[in-house]
T-cell receptor
Framework: KAGVTQTPRYLIKTRGQQVTLSCSPISGHRSVSWYQQTPGQGLQFLFEYFSETQRNKGNFPGRFSGRQFSNSRSEMNVSTLELGDSALYLC?????????FGEGSWLTVV | GQQVMQIPQYQHVQEGEDFTTYCNSSTTLSNIQWYKQRPGGHPVFLIQLVKSGEVKKQKRLTFQFGEAKKNSSLHITATQTTDVGTYFCAGYGSGGSNYKLTFGKGTLLTVNP
């Protein structure tokens, strides 16, 4: 069974731009969650989707948004990028309480 | 909101020594999970504890969930170089935030061969 797939793996953006990250969950998993990982703050919860509905949201500004499609694939978008948005963005899918992380998308904002 | 604290932040050991990381939550948890992240990798699920006072073992790893379901520990016996990585605990709250997994900041373990 294929794991969680995230694209792109690496990207560099300029301050003020926007970015869209994509996540394909494990087949059969309907829950997708997103996390931001930085050296200083660790793993921080962004949001979680189940059957195209956002069930929970972390404490991030409105520049961070997401959505889930009918095939459970998910995207997250960050608008008006700031230098502090540079991080590893991890997507995870789950069936039950166990979550499985993708390899992440490394975003650098310059 | 719910906070999960983890100590120590870093731990360096000689190969063969034991290692323990501790996790404390500000609120009661419905369950606690442990993850390992190798350098440059992504977090990988290790185990989930659900019951108060639960103890689980995986080879040299022993996981405990506190009686009050607010703290947990991971103990590694006789560390090996393959144990290097950051160990995270994470928990779901027992209230309305069952879909939000809160992570501790992790303990980075390095092992000197």
């Amino acid at each position: 069974k294929a794991g969680v797939t995230q694209t792109p793996r690496y990207l560099i953006k300029t301050r003020g731009q926007q970015v869209t990250l994509s996540c394909s969950p494990i087949s059969g998993h309907r829950s997708v969650s997103w996390y931001q990982q930085t050296p200083g703050q660790g793993l921080q919860f962004l949001f979680e989707y189940f059957s195209e509905t956002q069930r929970n949201k972390g404490n991030f500004p409105g520049r961070f948004s997401g959505r889930q499609f009918s095939n459970s694939r998910s995207e997250m978008n960050v608008s008006t990028l700031e230098l502090g948005d540079s991080a590893l963005y991890l997507c995870a899918s789950s069936s039950g309480n166990t979550i499985y992380f993708g390899e992440g998308s490394w975003l650098t904002v310059v | 909101g719910q906070q999960v604290m983890q100590i120590p932040q870093y731990q360096h050991v000689q190969e063969g020594e034991d290692f323990t990381t501790y996790c404390n939550s500000s609120t009661t948890l419905s369950n606690i999970q442990w993850y390992k992240q190798r350098p440059g990798g992504h977090p990988v699920f290790l185990i989930q504890l659900v019951k108060s006072g639960e103890v689980k073992k995986q080879k040299r790893l022993t996981f405990q969930f506190g009686e009050a379901k607010k703290n947990s520990s991971l103990h590694i016996t006789a560390t090996q170089t393959t144990d290097v990585g950051t160990y995270f605990c994470a928990g779901y709250g027992s209230g309305g935030s069952n879909y939000k997994l809160t992570f501790g900041k992790g303990t980075l373990l390095t092992v000197n061969p």
